[in-house]
């Protein structure tokens, strides 16, 4: 059973930047891809952000490509999320996933696991 914990979170003013962690056990790194989702309130979850450690690949939503970069620490099993310049619209709990399926996490925003979510907040 994969476990999932993210921390890093809080409040930042617009164009500032914060960094997300998730510390992963239970599993293999290199055994899943990983990823973030958010979810503001009154919306869906979107997808964010994916790494496929095994397969070198990254994905990322075009509404944050450019400002966020995700990244893995193979020997330690936590990954980061660097989100520069955010803005308001970033505002959501953010959650670190990880399924087998790397398409799974990038094309339907869905995974076997994830965690207890984060909250990020952007004033204006």
């Known amino acids: 059973q994969v476990q999932l914990v993210e921390s890093g979170g809080g409040l930042v003013q617009a164009g500032g930047s914060l960094r997300l962690s998730c510390a992963a056990s239970g599993g293999t790194f290199r055994s899943y891809a990983m990823g973030w989702f958010r979810q503001a309130p009154g919306k869906e979850r979107e997808f964010v952000a994916a790494?496929?450690?095994?397969?070198?690949?990254?994905d990322y939503a075009d509404s944050v490509k450019g400002r966020f970069t995700i990244s893995g620490d193979n020997a330690k099993n936590i990954m980061h999320l660097q989100m520069n310049s955010l803005n308001p619209e970033d505002t959501a709990v953010y959650y670190c996933v990880a399924d087998r399926d790397y398409t799974r996490i990038v094309q339907r925003a869905d995974s076997n696991y994830r965690g207890q979510g984060t909250q990020v907040t952007v004033s204006s």
């Open positions: 790494i496929s450690v095994r397969g070198g690949s990254t």
